[in-house]
T-cell receptor, first 111, second 117 residues
Framework: QKEVEQNSGPLSVPEGAIASLNCTYS??????FFWYRQYSGKSPELIMS????GDKEDGRFTAQLNKASQYVSLLIRDSQPSDSATYLC???????????FGTGTRLTIIP | EPEVTQTPSHQVTQMGQEVILRCVPI?????FYWYRQILGQKVEFLVS????????KSEIFDDQFSVERPDGSNFTLKIRSTKLEDSAMYFC???????????????FGEGSRLTVL
């Protein structure tokens, strides 16, 4: 079973601080990695995709990928109360086309 | 902005009944998916559909499930004989094709909540 693992949280971060979310995956051959945000009762929404080792920045969000360690992270700078949601790590495993989600990390930004 | 639409938003059914969930994917997308999320659990892949056929399915997607694209716009999920454990939120998603393959950049509908009594 090709797994995607996340700490379920909850993770509480003060407003304005940096939130750091982590994810590990078991399939060493995976090439495509994604972060989705899911507000309570809503559907997942794509935030970031990353395909190469290193950092990728988009506004307040930075995705980091380390394929050697099979590790993906998401940093949220200047956290806002509207960032409070569950963050889902997702991976396309080698040899198939489906997107496999982790269990998600619930993030709460404290005003 | 284009969006994936799903109907119904909520359906309550009796165990053993057939249910059809409907989705209209984004018009220029070519990959279609169904995922489900049992309350408090993770988003689970059910099936992907490309070029008018199933491209991949999970072990959850057994003989009581089927998908169909009956016309140029709708994409449906049928559950033939519902069980209590089918109660979940069902998400339809679509994506474009890039480089001849899937992108993983899925656009999700708002979901259809199925309650089986």
């Amino acid at each position: 079973q090709k797994e995607v693992e996340q700490n379920s949280g909850p993770l509480s971060v003060p407003e304005g601080a940096i939130a750091s979310l982590n994810c590990t995956y078991s399939d060493r051959g995976s090439q495509s990695f994604f972060w989705y945000r899911q507000y309570s009762g809503k559907s997942p929404e794509l935030i970031m995709s990353i395909y190469s080792n290193g950092d990728k920045e988009d506004g307040r969000f930075t995705a980091q990928l380390n394929k050697a360690s099979q590790y993906v992270s998401l940093l949220i700078r200047d956290s806002q109360p509207s960032d409070s949601a569950t963050y889902l790590c997702a991976v396309i495993n080698s040899g198939n086309e489906k997107l496999t989600f982790g269990t998600g990390t619930r993030l709460t930004i404290i005003p | 902005e284009p969006e994936v639409t799903q109907t119904p938003s909520h359906q309550v059914t009796q165990m053993g009944q057939e249910v059809i969930l409907r989705c209209v994917p984004i018009s220029n997308h070519l990959y279609f998916y169904w995922y489900r999320q049992i309350l408090g659990q993770k988003v689970e892949f059910l099936v992907s559909f490309y070029n008018n056929e199933i491209s991949e399915k999970s072990e959850i997607f057994d003989d009581q499930f089927s998908v169909e694209r009956p016309d140029g716009s709708n994409f449906t999920l049928k559950i033939r004989s519902t069980k209590l454990e089918d109660s979940a939120m069902y998400f339809c998603a679509s994506s474009y094709v890039a480089g001849g393959g899937v992108t993983g950049e899925l656009f999700f509908g708002e979901g259809s909540r199925l309650t089986v009594l």
